[in-house]
């Protein structure tokens, strides 16, 4: 995500300050070194580790920024938006992607793509589907429910250095909506697949899937971005 929003401004002419977000500086270290190792010179991209509050407020107010391409939450987006009324910004930010799966679809195919739009990258990933809407002839088909079950059940939760692992660990311990999300029910929601946190690590969660989430409700409006 980061090398298409640098590329494509310096394809286009421009400079480039990169601020990581504060859980990636390692890997965005790692990023800007191969692009000044391929003949980028560092005067046109910078590498700006640094918070999002004090300096990195102080870049997005900064009338020399033309524009700010921005991955992460919509408050944050509202909030750059609020510090500096008419800014360019160009936002991928949070919401609810939803895969619907009618009578007519191929059920076997449709919890293959189901599984892994919603667990590849542990969930954590804007395009993940995060919610599925079933016509009632799906939803009521025990068998597609205990195929959804056990393919989510027999993904491998483990170590990203594991290649055997499909569910690695969290970018660090579920928190707030998150957490809510993965040990709450809201009213009318039962656990197909309930959740489970590794004892030795309170990062890293095995699958979970709701069944009965209402429309309006917590688990409808809210992105969790987890598994």
């Known amino acids: 995500i980061p090398a298409g929003g640098i590329l494509a401004a310096l394809i286009a002419g421009n400079c480039v ?27 046109v991209l910078q590498f700006v ?17 033309n524009c700010v391409i921005l991955t992460g939450g919509t408050a944050t987006a509202k909030k750059f938006l609020h510090m500096r009324p008419g800014l360019d910004l160009a936002a991928e930010t949070g ?3 939803s895969i619907i799966i009618t009578a007519l679809a191929d059920r076997d195919l449709a919890i293959k793509d189901l599984i892994h ?13 995060s919610l599925a809407i079933l016509e009632a002839e799906v ?11 056990e393919a989510a059940a027999s993904m491998k ?8 692992t499909r569910i690695n660990p969290l970018i660090h311990e579920p928190r707030g909506e998150l957490k809510r999300g993965l040990t709450t029910l809201e009213e009318g929601e039962t656990w197909l697949l309930e959740p489970k946190q590794d004892p030795q690590n309170p ?3 095995s ?5 009965g989430v209402c429309p309006g409700s917590f688990t409808h409006m809210t992105e969790l971005f987890g598994p």
């Not at 739009?117 to 589907?129: E, L, M, V, W, Y």
């Not at 939760?157 to 055997?164: R, T």
């Not at 699958?207 to 069944?211: S, T």
């Open 117 to 129: 739009s919603a667990f590849s990258n542990a969930g954590q990933k804007c395009s993940a589907t």
């Open 17 to 43: 300050l990169f601020k990581p977000a504060s859980e990636t500086v390692l890997v965005g270290w790692h990023l800007v070194n191969i692009l000044w190792d391929a003949g980028v010179p560092k005067e």
């Open 139 to 149: 939803y009521d088909d025990p068998h597609f429910c205990k195929g959804l079950k």
């Open 95 to 97: 919401g609810k992607n």
């Open 203 to 205: 990062s890293l969660w």
């Open 157 to 164: 939760v483990g170590p990203s250095w594991d290649l055997a």
């Open 207 to 211: 699958p979970g899937i709701k069944m």
């Open 49 to 65: 580790p640094c918070s999002g509050e004090g300096p990195g407020s102080d870049l997005i107010c900064d009338e020399r920024v």
